[in-house]
């Protein structure tokens, strides 16, 4: 069975900084991957998405990701973060099922 | 339209009530998803149903009751909850049973259970 796993559960950064997500999934072959966000009380967006192709992915609001199998790693980045990021941010995995695994989340946090 | 519409917002239930939630979707979408989210913890997959049918049922117990009467309608019929089923109910929907497509979100319904 698949399974996604987010290390850091909280980050701090500073306006205008650069933010790296990490995200590492277990699956026996390639996965379809996904960033997805949530702002409070809401439902999530899709940031972006790997299932072939270009391992360096671009998304919406400036976000890639670079999925690397070699160490089942699937970080999310963006040069410089903005106030309005500040959100849960899900990384998720699906097999060939209509599954779709969410890791645990990290929540990210903007000062100015 | 590109959205996932979810009814009501909010609501509050006693133990004995019966209540229903709503999701609905007219971006032809043919897979159709429940997940409950508790507090600072990520979605759970509840129900999938795909073409209308119930495709996943992720050992959900019998006081959720997923129904999906078309294409575009998906409800969720709650019976006798518990306070431990507190939490935000999302529907998504995606445009068909393939893995790789991304899933629209609603907004989601926030449940207390008193």
């Known amino acids: 069975a698949q399974s996604v796993t987010q290390p850091d559960i909280h980050i701090t950064v500073s306006e205008g900084a650069s933010l790296e997500l990490r995200c590492n999934y277990s699956?026996?072959?390639?996965?379809?991957l996904f960033w997805y966000v949530q702002s409070p009380g809401q439902g999530l967006q899709l940031l972006l998405k790997?299932?072939?192709?270009?391992?360096l992915v671009q998304g919406i609001k400036g976000f890639e990701a670079e999925f690397k199998r070699s160490q089942s790693s699937f970080n999310l980045r963006k040069p410089s973060v903005h106030w309005s990021d500040a959100a849960e941010y899900f990384c998720?995995?699906?097999?060939?099922?209509?599954?779709?695994?969410f890791g645990t989340g990290t929540r990210l946090q903007v000062f100015p | 339209d590109t959205e996932v519409t979810q009814t009501p917002k909010h609501l509050v239930m006693g133990m004995t009530n019966k209540k229903s939630l709503k999701c609905e979707q007219h971006?032809?979408?043919?897979?159709m998803y429940w997940y409950k989210q508790k507090a600072k913890k990520p979605p759970e997959l509840m129900f999938v149903?795909?073409?209308?049918?119930?495709?996943i049922n992720e050992s959900v117990p019998s006081r959720f009751s997923p129904e999906c009467p078309n294409s575009s309608l998906l409800n969720l019929h709650l019976h006798a909850l518990q306070p431990e089923d507190s939490a935000l109910y999302l529907c998504?929907?995606?445009?068909?049973?393939?893995?790789?497509?991304?899933?629209?979100f609603g907004s989601g319904t926030q449940l207390s259970v008193l």
């Open positions: 998504a929907s995606r445009s068909r049973s393939q893995a790789r497509e991304k899933l629209f």
């Open positions: 699956y026996g072959a390639t996965p379809y």
């Open positions: 790997y299932f072939s192709g270009d391992t």
């Open positions: 998720a995995v699906g097999d060939r099922s209509d599954k779709l695994i």
């Open positions: 971006m032809g979408h043919r897979a």
């Open positions: 149903y795909s073409y209308e049918k119930l495709s």
